[in-house]
């Protein structure tokens, strides 16, 4: 299989160089696209360094408009052009950790989509506050009863896709700036009636760096999982 692992970055100076150092010790053959929203903390030039070492390392610095939904979108039409076979997508900030890759790749070729799931038997949160692990239940059954989904961690942004799912998205369609992008996507493999397998995984609270996520971007991504639903099927190919 031809692997593509997609890490959206912006100032993760802290993480980025172990996160990179990490996937390569895997026993596994992929290339790694980065696509960083011009960061300022000196995460660029890290990256730079890193590509001298591993000649894996594909960076993509995205300027003007920023968002996590964007670098996405960026993302998957990357995979698709260059026709890798799955793409896995995740965190730079060790929340996903790389030890997962292997147990998501067992599952394929039998599904379309593996989610790595904190909600599930075996899987759990670490280091978080009780408000956010309460935010994390709350928002997946908001998701779900709208969805209509039995997957029971639809806010996982750790997930690997096989390419023939997501060339049946329409990407230019796909609305979601920033952190909603996730629910998006899923809500895009649930109408193509994908086969979807959740795994289970410890998410790690980030030790370093500041989190992107606040109340303003909270409120956004509910309001735009009810705009999702509401657009239906303008994100799938017919």
Known sequence: MKILVFLPTYNEKENIAEIIDSLNKLNIQFQILIVDDNSYDGTIEIIKEKQKQYQNLKLIIRKGRKGRGLAGILAFNYFIRNKYD??????ADFSHHPKYIPDFLNFFPNYDLVIGSRLIKDGCEEGRSLLRRDITLFANIFIRILFRTKIKD??????AFKRQLLEKFNLNKFFSKHYSITEEILYACILNKAKIKEIPIIFYQRAYGESKLNFKKILNTFLGIVRIVLRGKKIIKK
Do not use: A, Q, Y
Request: charged fraction near 25%; hydrophobic fraction near 40%; include cysteine.
């Open 86 to 91: 799955i793409l896995i997508e995740m965190d």
């Open 154 to 159: 639809c806010s996982s942004g750790f997930r």
